[in-house]
Antibody, heavy 122, light 105 residues
Framework: QVQLVQSGSEVKKPGASVKVACKASGYLFSDSYMSWVRQAPGQGPEWLAW????????KLSQKFQGRLALTRDTSISTAYLELRRLQSDDTAVYYCARDVGHNGIFGALDVWGQGTTVSVSS | DIQMTQSPSTLSASVGDRVTITCRAS??????LAWYQQIPGKAPKLLIYQASSLESGVPSRFSGSGSETEFSLTISSLQTDDFAIYYC?????????FGQGTKVE
């Protein structure tokens, strides 16, 4: 079945970087985009960025320009999020989510990973 | 950024009730709106895309309507599994944004 499995929880100090992996299975990885969404404790979700798994092209929320990078390795069907210069308000659950483009329009996220908790604390 | 405002924030209902959640966008998002259900501690689940299209595998008691700035999600007969938090999300303009959520309890 279609599945996204993310890497495990991370604890980081302010100023550090974190890299989260998202391994896809059950579908053709390159035929989709992957979005990354985070959710701080008790808050609604926040969209960060997407990557086109075929071309490697990315679109980032302007809020994260300069400290967020998305990459993918199509040979192992895995997408990566790297967030640099972490601060305490980056503490959240980070999700990867597939976007297959319903009727050719991207934006509705139909399969989600289980989430990766990133805690930032001194 | 486009702000998505959901109402109510919390909704008390019983099994079998008809439930409607509203989502208002601060700008026109055409029909580029999705609805998600989230059980606390779990990832969101896509219910509705493009305002009114039911995602495959989602029960037909869920329906969506609206366009431009006013949208709604209706559950025709609330079931036990439906007690959760519901979010709307626009993908008409970047950054894509979510509502703050409606808890159905």
């Amino acid at each position: 079945q279609v599945q996204l499995v993310q890497s495990g929880s991370e604890v980081k100090k302010p100023g550090a970087s974190v890299k989260v992996a998202c391994k896809a299975s059950g579908y053709l990885f390159s035929d989709s985009y992957m979005s990354w969404v985070r959710q701080a404790p008790g808050q609604g979700p926040e969209w960060l960025a997407w990557i086109n798994n075929y071309t490697g092209g990315t679109k980032l929320s302007q809020k994260f320009q300069g400290r967020l990078a998305l990459t993918r390795d199509t040979s192992i069907s895995t997408a990566y999020l790297e967030l640099r210069r972490l601060q305490s308000d980056d503490t959240a659950v980070y999700y990867c989510a597939r976007d297959v483009g319903h009727n050719g329009i991207f934006g509705a996220l139909d399969v989600w990973g289980q989430g990766t908790t990133v805690s930032v604390s001194s | 950024d486009i702000q998505m405002t959901q109402s109510p924030s919390t909704l008390s209902a019983s099994v079998g009730d008809r439930v409607t959640i509203t989502c208002r966008a601060s700008q026109n998002v055409n029909k580029w709106l999705a609805w998600y259900q989230q059980i606390p501690g779990k990832a969101p689940k896509l219910l509705i895309y493009q305002a009114s299209s039911l995602e495959s595998g989602v029960p037909s008691r869920f329906s969506g309507s609206g366009s431009e700035t006013e949208f709604s999600l209706t559950i025709s007969s609330l079931q036990t599994d439906d007690f959760a938090i519901y979010y709307c999300q626009q993908h008409n303009a970047y950054p894509w944004t979510f509502g703050q959520g409606t808890k159905v309890e």
